[in-house]
C-alpha cells in the first residue's frame, strides 16, 4: 500500500515538472537556434548574462521612475500649500544667491523642515544622554536648535547672495567696457548684449543673457533690466540700470552713458581696494595679539625667567 502511494506521487510530481519544463525547453531551443542565426555564438551563456544584465538595469530605472513620480506629486501638493507671497520671496532669494544645486521653493521648504526636525533631536541626544544635562538647560538648547534650524537656510542664502554680489562688482567694469565698444562700432543695445553674453562668463553674462530671452519671450526691456536689477541686489547695478533706463527715456546717447558708467564703477572698485587696505592691519592685530605676542614672549623671556627661578632658589 505504501509502495502504491509513493508510486502515485512520483508520476504527479514527474506531470507537473513536466507540464512547466517541456515549454522552457522548446522556448530555450528557439533562443538559441534564433541566437545562432543571427551570428551570436556565445550560445546560452551569453543570452543569459544579457538578459541578466538587462533585468539588472531595468529595474533599478523602473525604481527610480517611481520614485521621481512620487516626489514629483509630493512637490505639487507641497507648494500648493505654501503661501504665494513667502512663495515669491523666497524665489527671489534663491534667484539672488543663483539658484545654488538648482534649488526651487519647495525645495527650500522641504530642507528647513528636514533641519527642523534633525537639529532638535541632535540636541536632545547630546544633552540628554550625552552631557546628562538638567531639563531646563536641554529645553534652552532645543529652543536654540530649532531656531538655527529655522534660520541656517536664509544665513546659507544670504552668503551665497554676499558671494555672487563681489563677483558682479568684480566683474562690472571689464562688462561695461565690452558693452561701450560694442556700441560705439555701430550695435543695437540687444546686440551689444548679445555679444557680451558670447564673449564673457560669469554672474553679470548669465543675468543679461537670462534678459535677452525674457525680451525676446515678449517682455520690455524695462521689465528685463528691472528683473536683472532684482536679481542682482548691489548699488552699482541698480545705479546702471536706472541710468540705463533714463538714458532710453530721455533719448541720450547709450555710449555716454555706459563711459560715465564704466568711469564711475573703477574709481569705486579703487575706493574699496583702498579701504580693505586700510582695514588690513587692524584686522591683522588681533591674530598677532592673540597668537604672535605670546609665543615672542616665551621665546624671549622664558630663558631669563628660567634662570631667575634656578638662582633663587638656589639660594
Not at 531639563?135 to 554676499?162: D, E, H, N
Request: aromatic share 8%.
Amino acid at each position: 500500500m505504501f509502495m502504491l502511494y509513493a508510486a502515485f506521487f512520483i508520476t504527479i510530481t514527474l506531470a507537473v515538472y513536466a507540464v512547466y519544463a517541456i515549454p522552457n525547453e522548446r522556448k530555450q531551443r528557439v533562443k538559441n537556434r534564433l541566437a545562432h542565426i543571427m551570428g551570436d555564438g556565445k550560445g546560452t551563456a551569453s543570452n543569459e548574462a544579457a538578459a541578466a544584465t538587462g533585468a539588472a538595469e531595468e529595474k533599478p530605472a523602473l525604481i527610480k521612475r517611481m520614485l521621481g513620480a512620487v516626489f514629483t506629486r509630493f512637490r505639487r501638493r507641497f507648494r500648493q500649500r505654501i503661501d504665494e507671497r513667502k512663495q515669491e520671496k523666497i524665489d527671489l532669494l534663491i534667484l539672488q544667491a543663483g539658484r545654488p544645486h538648482g534649488m526651487s521653493v519647495v525645495e527650500f521648504r522641504l530642507v528647513q523642515m528636514a533641519l527642523l526636525a534633525a537639529c532638535p533631536a541632535i540636541g536632545i541626544l547630546y544633552s540628554v544622554f550625552l552631557l546628562r544635562l538638567s531639563l531646563g538647560v536641554t529645553i534652552l538648547i532645543v529652543f536654540g536648535a530649532v531656531i538655527a534650524a529655522w534660520r541656517l537656510p536664509y544665513v546659507y542664502l544670504s552668503g551665497k547672495i554676499k558671494k555672487r554680489g563681489r563677483k558682479a562688482i568684480r566683474e562690472l567694469p571689464d562688462a561695461l567696457d565690452l558693452l561701450t565698444v560694442s556700441l560705439e562700432a555701430g550695435l543695437g543695445f540687444d546686440s551689444a548684449l548679445g555679444k557680451l553674453a558670447s564673449k564673457k562668463e560669469g554672474v553679470l553674462t548669465t543675468e543679461f543673457h537670462r534678459c535677452l530671452e525674457e525680451i525676446r519671450l515678449g517682455r520690455t526691456r524695462r521689465e528685463a533690466l528691472i528683473g536683472v536689477r532684482d536679481r542682482v541686489p548691489i548699488d552699482e547695478m541698480r545705479s546702471l540700470v536706472g541710468s540705463i533706463l533714463q538714458a532710453e527715456k530721455l533719448g541720450v546717447g547709450m555710449v555716454q552713458v555706459l563711459r560715465v558708467q564704466s568711469s564711475e564703477m573703477r574709481d569705486r572698485r579703487k575706493q574699496r581696494a583702498e579701504e580693505q587696505a586700510m582695514k588690513a592691519p587692524i584686522k591683522m592685530l588681533f591674530p598677532l595679539v592673540i597668537f604672535v605676542f605670546p609665543c615672542l614672549f616665551i621665546v624671549l623671556l622664558g630663558p631669563i625667567l628660567i634662570q631667575f627661578v634656578e638662582t633663587f632658589s638656589g639660594s
